[in-house]
């Protein structure tokens, strides 16, 4: 639990490589995630490539960390895999991956930040045309991550006026 409270939006990193086995323990991680009637309907693309990484900076307008990440996950949506009462969940379905990535990135000694691009069309088309992402996938997002360049501060942002009980305006 204690990753919920110090997870933090880390947009500095050091040049220290995440490495495969880290990445791939964050797309494990990401892959725990529960979905709208176990679709699952994700995919990712995992970004180490130093060009590929500063395109992303350079095109996106909210992704400028990119250039010093030396990680970067892009999730994917698969609306195609939703029908029935699991369809349009997705964008439930992929915050939920992306949490357990910011999480995960936090037990592992990572920092990282969620930077959005669904439902901006103009991110999402352009993600699409730099990334070679397909009409039938959505890029929901990308993920930042590296070790963080100074350790994150822990904010408890509990706030009691915001809860209600059995009904609004009770507290």
Known sequence: MDEIFKRRSVRSFTSEPVGPEKTQQLLRAAM????????????FIAVTDRSMLDRIAES????????????????????????????GF????????????????????LGAVWCGVYPKERL????????????DRIPFNIIAVGYPRTEPKVVDRYDPAKVHYDRYGKR
Not at 32 to 43: F, L, M
């Open 32 to 43: 725990q995630a529960p979905s709208a009637c176990n679709t699952q309907a994700w995919e």
């Open 60 to 87: 996106h307008p909210y992704a400028k960390m990119c250039r010093e990440a030396t990680l970067a996950i892009i999730v994917l949506a698969c609306p195609d895999m939703q029908s029935g009462i699991s369809d």
């Open 90 to 109: 997705f964008p439930q379905d992929c915050a939920a991956v992306t949490e357990n990535i910011l999480l995960e990135a936090v037990s592992l000694g």
């Open 124 to 135: 999402i088309s352009l993600m699409r045309e730099l990334m070679g992402i397909p009409e």
